[in-house]
């Protein structure tokens, strides 16, 4: 009797095992049946009425039905899994053949670029690279020049001063100096540098900005020298061969002094809103060395002379990539420093 119902269970149970369609509803299956309260421990619970021999019998009988019941449970257990498995790695899958993103590679600041082309010329030439302190002696940076107590350039308004009578060097020319103390003559010696001006910012005037200076020291040293040297290096800067002129300008440490211009680069002479419609373009200043700033230096102008020339690096740097904000350039912003 109890043998019958028993068989007739595991076959119902072993039905609906395999008929489960979802790791829940085979679960809800397992408690039913082979739970603490389900259907097989309540059948134990019946053996306790059965005669000895009998119970013996149907207590196997019971046994082999759970384990069959356990079995097939697990299997299907494990086959739903199998089958989540299946479907994960179906859904998430990489291209291990698409090539990477790779790191975004640095770049050197315009200036720095500008300036070491700069660098490649003259050293080419037979010119050293030298660099000065950007804190500097009054000495330096103004009386060695051949600039009086009373010249303008050492205004409050332009100079930052520093405590114990140091200062900001207002330009790269103090370098000229210390170039012609320490190696002497002959001398041929370019520094490139940050010079500093107490000035209003805006669009085209910085406090801070570069420079680069150099000098030359020899026996016979010209004009047509100076000019020479202007080329190679501003037709190096903007890749092309300019042409430059000359006009008179002051500046203490210089006689003659001079500005120097290039022919515009973009409408080559005819006139146009970059050259503000002259033809040409301002880009440095520069001479024959002072007398007075040799013999200071401890050079005898009897026997040497020279030429030096200061150039707005900063400036120079604007008019070849064409950026018209001077603040662009210590601003950081990486939208900017990332075209260069
Ligand atoms: N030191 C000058 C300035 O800052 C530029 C300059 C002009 C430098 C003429 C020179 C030179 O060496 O000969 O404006």
Request: a negative charge.
């Amino acid at each position: 009797m109890m043998e019958k119902e028993l068989e007739a269970l595991a076959a119902r149970a072993l039905e609906r095992i395999e008929a489960a369609g979802s790791p829940e509803e085979l679960e809800a299956v397992r408690i039913e049946v082979l739970g603490r309260k389900g259907a097989l421990a309540r059948f134990s619970k019946q053996l306790g009425t059965l005669a000895p021999e009998e119970r013996a019998r149907v207590g196997r009988i019971l046994n082999s039905a759970k384990e069959q019941l356990e079995r097939s449970f697990e299997a299907r257990k494990e086959a739903f899994h199998r089958r989540a498995l299946e479907q994960r790695l179906e859904a998430e899958w990489f291209d291990l053949t698409l090539p990477a993103p790779g790191p975004r590679p640095g770049s050197l600041h315009p200036v720095t670029q500008v300036q070491r082309e700069i660098e490649e010329v003259f050293l080419s030439m037979g010119f050293t690279v030298l660099s000065g302190p950007e804190v500097e002696t009054e000495y330096n940076n103004f009386d060695a020049l051949n600039i009086p107590p009373d010249h303008p350039a050492r205004d409050v308004q332009d100079t930052f001063w520093v405590e114990g009578g140091h200062l900001l060097r207002t330009h790269t020319s103090p370098v000229q100096v210390r170039g012609m103390e320490r190696l002497g003559p002959p001398l041929r010696m370019i520094a490139p540098g940050r010079v500093f001006r107490n000035e209003e910012v805006d669009a085209s005037h910085e406090h801070t900005f570069y420079q680069l200076e150099g000098m030359m020291v020899d026996r016979e040293v010209s004009v047509a020298h100076l000019v020479y040297f202007m080329k190679q290096m501003l037709s190096a800067v903007f890749r092309r061969e300019v042409s430059v002129r000359l006009r008179p300008g002051y500046f203490p440490f210089v006689e003659p002094g001079f500005e120097l211009d290039i022919r515009c680069l973009i409408c080559g002479g005819s006139g146009c809103a970059v050259c503000k419609y002259n033809g040409w373009l301002e880009q440095l200043g520069c001479g024959l060395v002072h007398p007075n700033v040799l013999r200071m230096s401890g050079i005898d102008p009897e026997e040497w002379m020279g030429f030096a020339f200061g150039l707005g690096l900063t400036r120079l740097v604007m008019m070849r990539y064409a950026i018209d904000d001077v603040r662009l350039f210590q601003s950081g912003d990486l939208r900017f420093l990332m075209q260069f």
